[in-house]
């Protein structure tokens, strides 16, 4: 795929299709040959990469551990993509910026073993390696909001200390920048060339009382990201849902919009629904119906499985299909994702949102750009 498609300002058009990145205004901020460098660790399919491309940073090494991952961001991004385990990796070169999720299974609410010390708990360690060894002005960590509750956020603010940064951090809502998806996650950015600050919001909570002196947009919505796609797939461009049992079709009947399992009758509704004990933890909320005029739930990585979360579509008796999943993580629609259908969704799934990410990108090259940080010294050499 060419380069240029990757930083087409707009998805295809059709109505209510999203504005993906906004690309061609935020990377003309600087030069082609000027651009701060990158380094994306933990890349996934490169939700974060694309961001942080689109407005206006030059990736230079992107790592993740994970072959389907990294062949899907070898196709977007040639020259830059290494499918190792980090903790193997020694030769980091400069970069004007570090930017990475470490893995976050062992303490997120979802995790089958939520609170045990597993090894990649310490993965922490290896970004911030990266970090001391890079040298970076910025640098910028995504994860889940449990995050903050975890010995791995004292860890990384301690390490953080000695290198020189300062710190700032929040848990953000990807909806309230322009992400058609009510996403929580913690956001934190480190600089050692001046206190930085996180993206103010671009959108807004309908009938928010909190900004009435600033006209912004509202959130955006399910129908603004797919509400031109077919209502019936078309198995073209990852527009493909999966075939499912007459009984699972009769279910999906059942859930008016904005429902989810409990609007079931009893006699469609499994015992390990009907006897679930709310306090063992865990989602409720399965089979639930997308609400055209609202944004999303979290989009995980078994969206194409409504008894795994909401992910039934507003109008149709259907998961979402692959492309509605990626558009509601604003994926452009001429990203190109490789791999199976399965390896695809959980790609999707794990990404950064391409919006959320830009915004940080956005304020992370303000920042830079305000306290006067001359970028371009590093070289832009390819690897792998």
Not at 27 to 52: H, N, Q, R
């Amino acid at each position: 795929m060419a380069d240029a498609s990757l930083r087409s300002s707009r998805m295809r058009s059709g109505h209510g299709a999203l504005r993906a990145i906004g690309a061609t205004k935020d990377s003309e901020l600087v030069s082609s040959e000027s651009k701060p460098t990158l380094i994306d660790l933990f890349c996934g399919a490169g939700g974060m990469t694309l961001g942080f491309m689109q407005a206006g940073f030059q990736p230079i090494l992107s790592i993740d551990h994970d072959l389907p991952s990294i062949e899907t961001h070898r196709a977007n991004f040639p020259g830059m993509s290494i499918c190792t385990d980090i903790r193997d990796f020694v030769d980091f070169p400069s970069a004007d910026v570090v930017v990475g999720g470490p893995p976050c299974q062992g303490f997120s609410r979802l995790g089958k073993q939520a609170r045990k010390e597993r090894l990649e708990n310490f993965l922490w360690k290896d970004y911030m390696r990266c970090v001391a060894s890079s040298k970076p002005s910025v640098f910028v960590i995504e994860n889940v909001p449990e995050f903050l509750k975890d010995p791995a956020f004292l860890g990384v603010s301690e390490e953080s200390e000695k290198l020189g940064y300062k710190l700032t951090v929040s848990v953000l809502n990807a909806a309230d920048f322009g992400v058609p998806q009510r996403r929580q996650r913690t956001i934190m950015i480190g600089s050692r060339i001046g206190p930085p600050s996180l993206p103010r919001a671009t959108h807004q909570k309908p009938g928010d009382q909190m900004n009435l002196f600033t006209e912004l947009p509202t959130w955006r919505t399910v129908r603004d990201a797919i509400g031109d796609l077919p209502l019936e797939p078309t198995n073209e461009n990852l527009h493909n849902s999966r075939n499912v049992s007459k009984l699972s079709l009769e279910r999906y009947r059942h859930v008016p919009p904005g429902g989810n399992r409990k609007d079931l009758p009893e006699d469609l509704q499994p015992d390990c629904w009907r006897y679930k004990d709310p306090r063992g933890g865990g989602s409720t909320d399965l089979m639930g119906r997308l609400e055209w005029d609202a944004p999303s739930l979290t989009i995980r990585t078994q969206f194409l499985k409504p008894e795994k979360g909401r992910y039934l579509h507003p109008a149709a008796d259907r998961s979402i299909t692959v492309r509605e999943g990626a558009r509601l993580q604003t994926f452009p629609d001429d990203f190109k994702f490789t791999g199976s259908v399965f390896q695809t969704v959980k790609q999707i799934g794990n990404a950064v949102p391409v919006e959320l990410a830009r915004q940080v990108a956005l304020e992370v090259f303000q920042h830079m750009a305000s306290n006067c940080y001359e970028w371009g010294n590093h070289p832009l050499e390819q690897v792998g």
